[in-house]
């Protein structure tokens, strides 16, 4: 795009020894230009904002599709107990408690009072508690 001032310049109404007019013709002409010029930079800015929260849309869209398809895929594994816990029923209570992802009461989950740590009623021993030989090979 060509100045604005040098269109005024070349003009044939503008008398070439104008004097303060032609000056002041030139200096109003240049900053329509320099007003131009500033208006497309914030055109320019705003659209690299916009462009920037659409982005940020896009990828909190995104993350929430991911955790919706990962519990959709929780939600169509089905629960498959071993053998041995098929006979036993605290094997199958404790593998069914580690495929729901409960918390079970040697990992200290807790309810709604927070870790649960000092709440149990066992009678204290090793880790755990004491446990028979197939709770034991599942806790391992």
Known sequence: REST???WLRSPKMEQNGGLEGYVKVRRAENEDRKWARKNRQW???????KKVEDEVASKKRKLDDVAEAAKKAAAAKFKPTADALMDPKAYFSQWQQFSGAPSAGQGGGGAGGSGKGRGKGKGGAAGGTRGPVN????A
């Not at 320019?44 to 916009?50: M, P």
């Open 5 to 7: 001032a040098k269109l």
């Open 44 to 50: 320019v800015v705003k659209e690299v904002e916009a």
């Open 136 to 139: 034991a090979a599942l806790a």
